[in-house]
């Protein structure tokens, strides 16, 4: 469903005037982390949810539906909302690959054949972009495959989606049922990389061997697209304003659009707890994306340097194995060194899982940069780092903010690592929203999951403050300086006097 949003929002707006609202709308939807979203999705469309309370003011129904897409036994509810929160993700990832493939081109030669814009996309954009969005694809498919947190608060309860099966057998106080546990990280794993291999399969029998359908057939179709986009845009969105007032409300009876009263009740009880939370939440993802950052920049200039480089499919490893088969080996080594090691543990899984983000974030801008103009500070005198830092860093620095912001939202929204490594001594704001929002009171889990939606957005506004206030002036006049020098020194006649 991701993929094929993603596709139908590509092919209705690139190239428009609305694209540049959709890239810039991407940051907002993407900042939002799965645990807030899941909150915020379940508070609109629980029986007695704000979607329903519409729907029931306009039909004129006084009691709450029988029915609900919430922990529903089919996982409609959390099929729709991973869908949801994966589409932003796959739109940013898209970016860059209809960039390199050169859309415009191919659509000025498709229309020249009678293709109309809908069928261009489909008959020739398609199969490119598609191979291309392989590994961001498989990153959705492992993530939907094996996520926990989300799981529990929107998927079905009695049986439970594997991968929360898992971590209820993880978290059986019979020390005995353990080797359970590990067999069941084990088929996790299985199934993940059997999942991987069914879709690749498929995109092999659908782009390489049953071709008829990009050359044979009409040259119109018409495809949706717009309106569905400002619909998930729509129901992302409302997910932060119905936690902001859910977290206030004291009294709101169903069928009642809006709250009878509101009281700050909840965030004064909860204020004194909330400090600590906050804190280890913000010192988790300073260290994690301070350190991601520090060794994607390490990684990639080394690539450039030498021209070698780790394979990106070992970069992406993380993102492609469920977490809880990756985390139950790295307890397991944990268990054999002597002493407390639960702090440093959940430092560096908190790393684990932010680099390959920051990596990714940081590689494009990377293989964009001019080395020319490395070389050339370098012929005027400078040496190696003070070229990087007074030429390269100045340009780059924007992508770097962003990608510290991308591994800091990550780190915040990491649950099984803080949970399992960290031994159950290190709460976080997210390990504290998924515990509450199974959880009778909705005030209290909308309270946590605000705040736990908020934090991204501080690192994002800081990333773009930031950037600002380094990038226009001083880097205009900093290249406006290199240029007049690199002029001078190649078109100036030589001095022979001296």
Not at 103 to 129: C, E, F, H, M, Q
Not at 463 to 491: C, E, M, N, W
Request: charged share 15%.
């Amino acid at each position: 469903m991701a993929v094929l949003i993603t596709f139908l929002t590509l092919q209705a707006w690139w190239g428009n005037k609305g694209w540049q609202g959709i890239e810039k709308l991407l940051s907002p939807l993407l900042a939002v982390p799965h645990v807030a979203f899941a909150i915020g999705f379940s508070l609109l469309f629980t029986p007695s949810g704000w979607f329903f309370r519409l729907f029931a003011f306009i039909t004129g129904q006084e009691q709450p539906y029988n029915w609900s897409i919430v922990q529903d036994n089919l996982g409609i509810g959390l099929t729709l909302a991973l869908a949801l929160k994966e589409t932003p993700f796959l739109l940013l990832m898209s970016i860059s690959v209809l960039r390199q493939i050169q859309v415009d081109k191919l659509l000025t030669v498709s229309r020249s054949l009678g293709y109309n814009r809908s069928a261009a996309w489909v008959k020739v954009i398609l199969p490119i972009w598609l191979r291309k969005m392989r590994f961001p694809v498989y990153a959705v498919l492992a993530y939907s495959l094996s996520v926990v947190d989300v799981a529990m608060i929107l998927g079905p309860s009695s049986p439970p989606t594997f991968a929360v099966l898992v971590w209820q057998w993880f978290n059986d106080p019979d020390l005995s049922l353990l080797p359970r546990a590990a067999v069941g990280a084990m088929m996790l794993f299985g199934l993940c990389l059997l999942i991987l291999a069914i879709y690749r399969k498929i995109e092999t029998i659908f782009l390489d061997r049953i071709q008829g359908w990009q050359f044979s057939g009409s040259k119109q179709l018409s495809l949706p697209g717009k309106n569905i986009f400002r619909l998930v845009s729509l129901i992302s969105l409302a997910t932060l304003p119905i936690l902001l007032v859910w977290s206030f409300a004291l009294r709101w009876s169903f069928p009642d659009l809006w709250p009878l009263r509101f009281s700050l009740r909840f965030w004064q009880q909860e204020m004194s707890h909330l400090s600590e939370l906050i804190g280890n939440s913000l010192l988790l993802a300073l260290i994690a994306a301070t350190t991601a950052i520090m060794l994607s920049v390490a990684c990639l200039e080394y690539r450039d340097r030498y021209h070698k480089s780790i394979p990106r499919l070992v970069i992406a490893t993380p993102m492609l194995i469920p977490q809880l088969s990756v985390l139950f080996g790295i307890q397991i080594s944990i268990y054999v060194l002597p002493g407390a090691w639960h702090v440093p543990a959940t430092i560096w899984a908190h790393i684990l899982f932010a680099f390959p983000y920051v990596y990714l974030a940081l590689d494009g801008p990377w293989q964009s940069y001019d080395q020319r103009l490395t070389q050339t500070a370098i012929s005027l005198g400078k040496n190696r780092w003070q070229a990087w830092w007074l030429v390269k860093f100045p340009l780059l620095i924007p992508a770097i903010l962003l990608a510290w912001a991308v591994g800091a939202s990550v780190s915040l929204a990491q649950y099984l690592p803080t949970q399992l490594l960290g031994a159950g001594r290190i709460m976080t704001l997210t390990t504290e929203a998924v515990s509450l929002a199974s959880g009778e009171d909705r005030r209290v889990s909308a309270l946590y999951g605000l705040l736990q939606a908020m934090l991204p957005f501080l690192f994002f506004a800081f990333a773009l403050a930031t950037s600002r206030l380094a990038d226009p002036k001083r880097q205009k006049s900093r290249l406006t300086t290199l240029k007049a020098s690199i002029y001078d020194f190649v078109g100036k006649k030589p001095d022979y006097k001296h």
